[in-house]
């Protein structure tokens, strides 16, 4: 028991329940590893005795936490447990400062305290500080929110598209933000979409091969150059002619490189695409800024600061080591030193430029993007997408260190889907060193994604709450919870995105504990509803009615980790599975169970009026899918954009990794020819099913042939 008290003053979980009514027991062996992440040892009754004492004798000497948040809807209450005659003083972070606020015994709220307006503070991330009548003084993070996220003014359909998959006649083997512009663009005008969701441009891991997946990046803070579109960056026309051969010759084979994707079966090439990138900003870098670009791209440095800085150094360091930081010299592992080893090579202080002077160059990429959508009449923009977490080796765990917990990777326990759990191989953050910086790096890490965003979705959106640890060479199922400050997650959330305008989406698709879901809907969080898991789970077991799926959320058919619509209803899925060995049952059987859930969909297509071609007619079937979404009440309705021209084949295949090419597939056609952005642009299937939002769209959808692409 003594251990689970201790665990518990850790918000690490002895216990889980996997489903209502099973409870299952965490070995004792996780709990003292994932203590120790936390630097609390807890390996004999002694260390557990000895750690319990520590925590008993520092919450006596404290008079507040870490975070306090408050809710501009919430009570204004001064912080629970303070002595009466406590002196409260605040410092805004416009560096006002408030003070001569006193606790008085016996009152609650605002009245709670005399001397100061304490129920009147700004939004923002404030200090407080406390002294108590016996001398005693402690300082915090006061976390002012706004009580909502902002929301789309009324409903919105929009598009969900992976970026590299979208390659144009333009782009270098794979899509990119000129890409995204267009997209944006001739979405918002032609077809009167209000969003484009796109999969993380977070910066990929450096070195070759690198992980071709999104979802574990390097570094979440600043977007990948590699998205670059380089004919856009400003300085290219002005590369000197000493260089030109050089340059044209990289085009030729940029265009090589893209035609092998889109004509000849290639996969897309993420390493060969920066490869050619990289040789090309080279040159580009050659060109001297002129005055006013100077200033602009001194401005952005000055704004990110050290966490520009230190991710440029590790780009640096990276090239010259390679990207296993914990194996570089000792000198380098830490960041300021390294930073001081850096000045001291010129070379390596170019290169720390160069890289500084990508992020600037993809910064302002992506704010013409967001300026495109806008102006294409987009009510919401782009919506990009953070990931859960971070690669080991990468940018953030290097530069943010202490922010880590070390040993350990998040994942999934198991559930009805995977028996054995999940490890994606991802340091999770330390809840304790968040909340002693006030959520800093969460703070930083969002206002850098939002910069651009029309909206942010949060990729398993159940960690601001509580993550799945599970240590270093233990199993998945050897995992145990660890519980994040939700409150200071939240309030860090709203009031970053309120600052930018912006809308949030949470990804709570999957094991989402009691309370979760309602806490996020009341801060304005809007979560993910896929279609073919809105079934009446406590009852029959039938699809939900339109009616009844909820408000709060993004409405979609599917997903990039799910088949595509026309693979999920003509059972395409299934054989692609039984193919790569994948399914645990008899094929025949399997083959049976899928098309029985896809006829009860269909027949409910039916029933509602929304399939009058009838069964049978794939193309048919998919517009009606998405009538179904549209009828719901879903704030937001995503179409996935490679069901726009019936592509079967899904851009990620969980359980997989060499066994089929994840995240390296351009958008293709039924039979799986690659289509260009303008091919697809053009397509006739895709207007028609463009069509079924027209009740959205308004007056902006127009025919195919209205207006030039």
Known sequence: MTLARLAALHGVATAYEPSEGVTVQVPDATVVAVLAALDVDAGTPEAVAAALEAARRAEEARLLPPTLVRWQDGPARPPEGLPPGTRLRVTTESGEVLEGAEVVEGVEGAEGVEGADWGGLPLGVHRIEALAPDGRSDTGTLIVAPARVDRPEGRVFGLLAQLYSVLSARSWGMGDLGDLRELATWAGRTHGAGFVQVNPLHAGVPGAPTDPSPYRPSSRRFPDPVHLRIEDVPEYDFVGPEYRDRLDAILADAAELRERVLRKGALIDRDAVWELKRRALELVAT???????????????????????????????????????????????????????????????????????????????????????????????????????????????????????????????????????????????????????????????????LRHAGALRIDHVMGLFRLWWVPEGREPTEGTYVRYDSEAMLAVLALEAHRAGAVVIGEDLGTVEPGVRDGLARRGVLGTSVLWFERDWSGTGRPLAPEEWRTDCVATATTHDLPSTAARLSGDHVDLRHRLGLLTGDLGHERARDAAEAGEWLTCLERLGLLPEGPGDEEAEVRAVHRFLLRTPAAMVGVWLPDAVGDRRPQNLPGTWDQYPNWRLPVAGPEGQPMTLEELAASPRAHRLFEVFAPLAGSRTAPPDARPV
């Open 287 to 449: 060109v001297e800024l002129g005055p006013g670009r100077r200033a602009e791209y001194r401005d952005f440095l000055a704004e990110r600061g050290r966490a520009l800085e230190d991710h440029a150094t590790y780009q640096a360091l990276a090239e010259r080591h390679g990207h296993h930081w914990r194996s570089w010299p000792q000198e380098l592992r830490d960041p300021r030193a390294a930073a001081a080893a850096v000045r001291a090579d010129g070379e390596l202080t170019a290169r720390v430029d160069f890289h500084c002077r990508l992020a600037w160059l993809t910064d302002r990429q992506l704010a013409a993007a967001s300026t495109a959508a806008r102006e294409a009449g987009m009510a919401v923009g782009i919506v990009h997408d953070l990931a859960v977490g971070v690669h080991p080796d990468g940018s953030d765990t290097w530069a943010l260190q202490d922010a880590f917990a070390a040993g350990m990777s998040v994942g999934a326990p198991p559930d009805a889907f995977n028996s054995r759990g999940q490890d994606w191989g991802l340091p999770p953050w330390r809840p304790d060193t968040l909340a002693a910086s006030g959520h800093a790096p969460y703070r930083g890490l969002l206002r850098e994604l």
